[in-house]
Protein backbone atom coordinates (compact mmCIF):
# COMPACT_ATOMS: atom_id res chain seq x y z
CA UNK A 1 0.00 0.00 0.00
CA UNK A 2 2.90 2.46 0.79
CA UNK A 3 4.68 1.40 -2.41
CA UNK A 4 1.31 2.18 -4.24
CA UNK A 5 0.54 5.58 -2.73
CA UNK A 6 4.40 6.37 -2.90
CA UNK A 7 4.04 5.59 -6.61
CA UNK A 8 1.07 7.74 -7.30
CA UNK A 9 2.48 10.49 -5.35
CA UNK A 10 5.53 10.84 -7.53
CA UNK A 11 3.26 10.44 -10.81
CA UNK A 12 0.93 13.51 -9.35
CA UNK A 13 4.40 15.36 -9.10
CA UNK A 14 5.42 15.13 -11.70
CA UNK A 15 2.13 16.13 -13.29
CA UNK A 16 2.33 18.83 -10.94
CA UNK A 17 5.76 19.57 -12.47
CA UNK A 18 5.02 19.56 -15.86
CA UNK A 19 1.86 21.60 -16.09
CA UNK A 20 3.87 24.36 -14.13
CA UNK A 21 6.35 23.80 -16.77
CA UNK A 22 3.75 24.35 -19.60
CA UNK A 23 2.39 27.35 -17.67
CA UNK A 24 5.17 29.25 -17.74
CA UNK A 25 5.96 28.63 -21.19
CA UNK A 26 2.33 29.69 -21.84
CA UNK A 27 2.15 33.02 -24.11
CA UNK A 28 -0.63 34.66 -26.56
CA UNK A 29 -4.03 36.27 -26.34
CA UNK A 30 -7.14 35.09 -26.48
CA UNK A 31 -10.83 36.54 -27.30
CA UNK A 32 -13.23 34.49 -25.02
CA UNK A 33 -17.24 35.36 -24.94
CA UNK A 34 -18.43 36.04 -21.45
CA UNK A 35 -21.79 35.33 -20.72
CA UNK A 36 -24.17 37.08 -18.96
CA UNK A 37 -24.07 36.22 -14.58
CA UNK A 38 -20.32 36.02 -14.24
CA UNK A 39 -18.32 39.02 -12.94
CA UNK A 40 -14.79 39.71 -14.54
CA UNK A 41 -13.14 38.69 -11.43
CA UNK A 42 -14.82 35.59 -11.25
CA UNK A 43 -14.12 35.14 -15.18
CA UNK A 44 -10.46 35.56 -14.50
CA UNK A 45 -10.13 33.06 -11.78
CA UNK A 46 -11.87 30.50 -14.18
CA UNK A 47 -9.47 31.04 -16.64
CA UNK A 48 -6.43 30.66 -13.79
CA UNK A 49 -7.70 28.08 -12.60
CA UNK A 50 -8.03 25.94 -16.31
CA UNK A 51 -4.56 27.36 -17.43
CA UNK A 52 -2.78 26.72 -14.43
CA UNK A 53 -1.65 29.92 -13.99
CA UNK A 54 -1.03 32.63 -11.42
CA UNK A 55 -1.92 35.53 -14.05
CA UNK A 56 -3.85 36.35 -16.98
CA UNK A 57 -5.21 39.99 -18.12
CA UNK A 58 -8.03 41.43 -19.67
CA UNK A 59 -8.04 44.30 -22.21
CA UNK A 60 -11.11 45.38 -20.79
CA UNK A 61 -13.79 44.06 -17.93
CA UNK A 62 -17.64 43.56 -18.44
CA UNK A 63 -19.84 44.17 -15.57
CA UNK A 64 -21.87 40.98 -14.18
CA UNK A 65 -25.01 41.23 -16.49
CA UNK A 66 -23.17 42.50 -19.84
CA UNK A 67 -21.96 39.91 -22.26
CA UNK A 68 -19.96 39.79 -25.05
CA UNK A 69 -15.79 39.32 -26.26
CA UNK A 70 -13.45 39.92 -23.87
CA UNK A 71 -9.40 39.44 -24.96
CA UNK A 72 -6.88 37.81 -22.45
CA UNK A 73 -3.53 37.89 -22.22
CA UNK A 74 -1.61 35.08 -20.10
CA UNK A 75 2.54 34.73 -19.90
CA UNK A 76 4.30 37.94 -21.52
CA UNK A 77 1.35 38.58 -23.68
CA UNK A 78 -0.33 40.11 -20.65
CA UNK A 79 1.41 43.18 -21.52
CA UNK A 80 -0.77 43.42 -24.95
CA UNK A 81 -3.75 43.96 -23.70
CA UNK A 82 -2.34 47.34 -22.87
CA UNK A 83 -2.61 48.23 -27.09
CA UNK A 84 -6.15 46.34 -27.49
CA UNK A 85 -7.82 48.46 -24.86
CA UNK A 86 -6.36 51.39 -27.81
CA UNK A 87 -8.39 49.56 -30.13
CA UNK A 88 -11.77 49.54 -32.19
CA UNK A 89 -14.91 48.24 -30.05
CA UNK A 90 -18.63 47.62 -30.80
CA UNK A 91 -21.36 47.18 -29.06
CA UNK A 92 -25.29 46.53 -29.03
CA UNK A 93 -26.72 48.85 -26.49
CA UNK A 94 -30.29 48.58 -25.47
CA UNK A 95 -31.75 51.34 -23.57
CA UNK A 96 -35.52 52.27 -22.14
CA UNK A 97 -37.09 55.45 -22.30
CA UNK A 98 -38.92 57.16 -19.56
CA UNK A 99 -37.12 56.08 -16.18
CA UNK A 100 -33.62 56.67 -14.61
CA UNK A 101 -31.61 54.43 -12.52
CA UNK A 102 -28.79 55.23 -9.53
CA UNK A 103 -26.84 52.76 -11.15
CA UNK A 104 -27.52 53.96 -14.88
CA UNK A 105 -28.82 50.71 -15.50
CA UNK A 106 -31.29 48.02 -14.59
CA UNK A 107 -29.74 46.17 -11.70
CA UNK A 108 -30.29 50.26 -9.98
CA UNK A 109 -33.14 51.90 -7.93
CA UNK A 110 -35.90 54.37 -9.75
CA UNK A 111 -35.16 58.02 -9.26
CA UNK A 112 -36.50 59.62 -12.34
CA UNK A 113 -40.08 59.20 -14.11
CA UNK A 114 -40.01 61.43 -17.41
CA UNK A 115 -42.64 61.32 -20.44
CA UNK A 116 -41.47 60.18 -23.46
CA UNK A 117 -43.79 60.41 -25.95
CA UNK A 118 -42.50 63.56 -27.54
CA UNK A 119 -39.19 61.37 -28.54
CA UNK A 120 -38.97 60.23 -31.99
CA UNK A 121 -36.34 58.23 -33.54
CA UNK A 122 -35.25 60.82 -35.72
CA UNK A 123 -34.87 62.97 -32.99
CA UNK A 124 -33.07 60.15 -30.91
CA UNK A 125 -30.93 60.17 -34.40
CA UNK A 126 -29.91 63.79 -34.43
CA UNK A 127 -29.32 64.00 -30.86
CA UNK A 128 -26.68 60.61 -31.02
CA UNK A 129 -24.92 62.46 -34.16
CA UNK A 130 -24.50 66.20 -33.06
CA UNK A 131 -23.94 65.29 -29.36
CA UNK A 132 -22.44 62.33 -28.87
CA UNK A 133 -20.06 60.75 -31.93
CA UNK A 134 -16.20 62.42 -31.61
CA UNK A 135 -14.21 62.90 -28.70
CA UNK A 136 -17.08 62.77 -25.79
CA UNK A 137 -16.34 63.26 -21.70
CA UNK A 138 -18.60 60.58 -19.33
CA UNK A 139 -19.16 60.23 -15.57
CA UNK A 140 -19.54 56.99 -14.09
CA UNK A 141 -22.77 56.64 -12.14
CA UNK A 142 -22.33 57.79 -9.03
CA UNK A 143 -23.77 55.00 -6.60
CA UNK A 144 -20.84 52.40 -7.84
CA UNK A 145 -18.67 54.78 -7.19
CA UNK A 146 -19.58 56.00 -3.90
CA UNK A 147 -19.69 51.90 -2.72
CA UNK A 148 -16.23 52.16 -4.22
CA UNK A 149 -15.06 55.08 -1.88
CA UNK A 150 -16.95 53.59 1.07
CA UNK A 151 -14.32 50.48 0.95
CA UNK A 152 -11.39 52.43 0.01
CA UNK A 153 -11.95 55.48 2.21
CA UNK A 154 -10.88 53.96 5.61
CA UNK A 155 -7.28 53.44 3.85
CA UNK A 156 -7.07 56.76 2.26
CA UNK A 157 -8.84 59.00 4.82
CA UNK A 158 -10.63 61.27 2.04
CA UNK A 159 -13.12 61.06 -0.69
CA UNK A 160 -11.89 61.13 -3.98
CA UNK A 161 -14.24 63.12 -6.51
CA UNK A 162 -15.44 61.18 -9.64
CA UNK A 163 -13.03 61.06 -13.00
CA UNK A 164 -14.55 61.61 -16.22
CA UNK A 165 -13.43 59.62 -18.88
CA UNK A 166 -12.60 61.02 -21.82
CA UNK A 167 -13.31 58.62 -25.01
CA UNK A 168 -13.75 58.52 -28.73
CA UNK A 169 -17.02 57.33 -30.17
CA UNK A 170 -17.03 57.10 -34.05
CA UNK A 171 -20.46 56.19 -35.00
CA UNK A 172 -23.43 55.17 -33.38
CA UNK A 173 -26.77 53.71 -35.18
CA UNK A 174 -30.31 53.24 -34.28
CA UNK A 175 -31.03 49.75 -35.39
CA UNK A 176 -34.58 49.54 -33.32
CA UNK A 177 -36.83 52.19 -32.16
CA UNK A 178 -39.96 51.26 -30.37
CA UNK A 179 -40.50 53.17 -27.72
CA UNK A 180 -39.91 52.90 -25.14
CA UNK A 181 -37.53 50.66 -25.74
CA UNK A 182 -34.34 51.17 -28.32
CA UNK A 183 -31.21 49.44 -29.65
CA UNK A 184 -28.17 50.96 -30.86
CA UNK A 185 -24.95 49.81 -32.21
CA UNK A 186 -22.17 52.14 -30.61
CA UNK A 187 -18.87 52.09 -32.34
CA UNK A 188 -15.76 53.11 -30.41
CA UNK A 189 -12.16 54.07 -29.97
CA UNK A 190 -11.06 52.44 -26.45
CA UNK A 191 -13.16 52.85 -23.56
CA UNK A 192 -16.67 53.57 -22.49
CA UNK A 193 -19.51 53.40 -20.39
CA UNK A 194 -22.55 52.52 -22.32
CA UNK A 195 -24.86 53.05 -19.38
CA UNK A 196 -23.19 56.98 -19.30
CA UNK A 197 -24.08 56.95 -23.09
CA UNK A 198 -27.88 56.04 -22.39
CA UNK A 199 -28.80 58.48 -19.24
CA UNK A 200 -27.21 61.27 -20.81
CA UNK A 201 -28.74 60.52 -24.40
CA UNK A 202 -32.34 60.88 -22.12
CA UNK A 203 -31.07 63.86 -20.22
CA UNK A 204 -30.43 65.71 -23.68
CA UNK A 205 -33.77 64.39 -24.90
CA UNK A 206 -35.37 66.14 -22.22
CA UNK A 207 -36.64 63.19 -20.25
CA UNK A 208 -34.68 59.80 -19.05
CA UNK A 209 -33.44 56.40 -20.07
CA UNK A 210 -31.29 53.47 -18.43
CA UNK A 211 -28.91 50.57 -20.01
CA UNK A 212 -31.38 47.58 -20.20
CA UNK A 213 -28.35 44.82 -21.88
CA UNK A 214 -25.07 45.54 -22.94
CA UNK A 215 -23.09 43.53 -25.60
CA UNK A 216 -19.70 43.94 -26.91
CA UNK A 217 -19.52 42.54 -30.41
CA UNK A 218 -16.54 43.22 -31.44
CA UNK A 219 -12.79 44.02 -29.38
CA UNK A 220 -9.92 45.39 -32.43
CA UNK A 221 -10.18 41.98 -34.39
CA UNK A 222 -11.86 39.33 -32.25
CA UNK A 223 -15.78 38.94 -32.50
CA UNK A 224 -18.13 36.23 -32.10
CA UNK A 225 -15.93 33.96 -34.38
CA UNK A 226 -13.15 34.08 -32.83
CA UNK A 227 -14.01 33.77 -29.69
CA UNK A 228 -13.75 30.65 -27.15
CA UNK A 229 -17.52 30.19 -25.24
CA UNK A 230 -17.73 28.70 -21.81
CA UNK A 231 -17.98 25.04 -22.95
CA UNK A 232 -14.69 25.72 -24.64
CA UNK A 233 -12.63 27.10 -21.65
CA UNK A 234 -11.04 23.53 -21.14
CA UNK A 235 -6.52 24.65 -20.79
CA UNK A 236 -5.83 22.51 -24.08
CA UNK A 237 -8.58 24.49 -26.09
CA UNK A 238 -7.03 27.98 -24.79
CA UNK A 239 -3.67 26.38 -25.59
CA UNK A 240 -4.51 25.65 -28.84
CA UNK A 241 -5.94 28.85 -29.99
CA UNK A 242 -3.53 31.39 -28.49
CA UNK A 243 -2.92 34.20 -31.13
CA UNK A 244 0.76 35.00 -30.94
CA UNK A 245 1.34 39.05 -31.11
CA UNK A 246 5.37 38.42 -31.60
CA UNK A 247 5.66 41.94 -33.98
CA UNK A 248 3.80 44.06 -31.77
CA UNK A 249 6.06 46.68 -30.98
CA UNK A 250 4.20 47.07 -27.29
CA UNK A 251 5.46 43.83 -26.42
CA UNK A 252 9.08 43.43 -25.06
CA UNK A 253 11.49 40.99 -23.72
CA UNK A 254 11.19 40.90 -19.37
Given at each position: ?39 TNSIMKILKNNLGVDKISHSGG ?161 GFRQALHFYDWEGQTIQNNLYL ?10
Amino acid sequence: SSGINAEYGARRGDWNCVRMAVAKTLYGVFPIYKPSGYSTNSIMKILKNNLGVDKISHSGGLNKYAEGIMVMGVGRATKYNHAIQKHSRMYLVRGVLGVATTTYDSDGDYCKVSPYYHITEKLMNEALNELFVGKVYQSPPAVPTLRFLQRERSSIGAIIPRKQLETEITKIDIIDFDPPSFQLHVYTIGRIHPCSLIHDLGETLESAAHLSHLCRVKQGDFGFRQALHFYDWEGQTIQNNLYLPENDPEITDP
